[in-house]
């Protein structure tokens, strides 16, 4: 059975830094593309980042330098480090996996920025 497991979610003041980690197992083949969505209270689910298995990445513009996504293939886990975070930041984040052509979710972590 396919499973995401999410961590490093949490409360921190704007300018702070928090380090999402996300690991995939259930399949012996790693999933083509990993990524992070996220969604804000009252917004649609929006993507933040995605990392492909060779390593070319795409993120939305709100965060492009200041985040950084990045996988190991190795443990199937992919990372997300949020730096210079901002109020507008604080959202449920979601960790997914692609894989055959079929997505699945992690259950979500919250990031809360506020002083």
Do not use: H
């Amino acid at each position: 059975q396919v499973q995401l497991v999410e961590s490093g979610g949490g409360l921190v003041q704007p300018g702070g830094s928090l380090r999402l980690s996300c690991t995939f197992s259930g399949s012996i083949v790693s999933p083509s593309i990993m990524g992070w969505y996220r969604q804000a209270p009252g917004k649609q689910r929006e993507l933040v980042a995605t990392v492909n298995y060779s390593g070319g990445t795409n993120y939305a513009d709100s965060v492009k330098g200041r985040f950084t996504i990045s996988r190991d293939n190795r443990k199937n886990t992919v990372y997300l480090q949020m730096n210079s975070l901002k109020p507008e930041d604080t959202a449920v984040y979601y960790c997914y996996a692609t894989l055959f052509s079929t997505d699945y979710w992690g259950q979500g972590t919250q990031v809360t920025v506020s002083a």
